[in-house]
């Protein structure tokens, strides 16, 4: 919708003004709700329609703020968002022999990030738990007579 004041003004009227989001690839009318740079050069730049597009476009990507175009739209101060992380259980080494192989790498995965992170309290667990799995071999190995060991 033309307003009459920006006909009397010859302002740009954004309304008219169109674009194509490289998120969802729709073509859109009005103002660009993001530019964000590419890489350092100047034509390699990304248009975002919406919050949601934003939200996708950065699911796998760093977002850094010097690399937006339009940085007057993002003065304002955001909220820190918190996100809740699931507390590391270290399994014992039964529990590991029954883990996939996706899951036994998602795991090793997790307990090197919580040694880095918690380094003192993860080796104290893994010293309880070698010494859980230690008794429990030792109490199999004596639940069993020697023709069953041996068999």
């Known amino acids: 919708m033309r307003k009459y004041s920006n006909i009397v003004s010859l302002k740009k009227n954004t309304e008219d003004t169109f674009y194509r989001c490289d998120v969802c690839k729709l073509n859109k009318r009005g103002e660009i709700w993001m530019i964000y740079k590419k890489s350092n050069k100047k034509d390699k730049c990304t248009h975002i329609c919406s919050y949601?597009?934003?939200k996708k476009y950065f699911e796998n990507r760093v977002f850094k703020l010097d690399?937006?175009?339009n940085?007057?739209?993002?003065?304002?101060p955001r909220p820190v968002q918190y996100y809740k992380k699931s507390d590391f259980k270290i399994l014992s080494s039964n529990e590991i022999e029954n883990l996939s192989d996706y899951e036994y790498i998602q795991y090793n995965k997790d307990l090197n990030n919580y040694m880095i992170l918690n380094p003192e309290r993860c080796r104290m667990q893994l010293d309880i738990q070698n010494g859980i799995d230690l008794s429990d071999n030792y109490?199999?190995?004596?639940?069993?007579t020697e023709d069953e060991l041996l068999s």
């Open 67 to 69: 690399k937006v175009v």
């Open 139 to 144: 109490d199999y190995l004596l639940s069993k």
């Open 71 to 76: 940085k007057k739209d993002f003065d304002f």
């Open 52 to 54: 949601l597009c934003s």
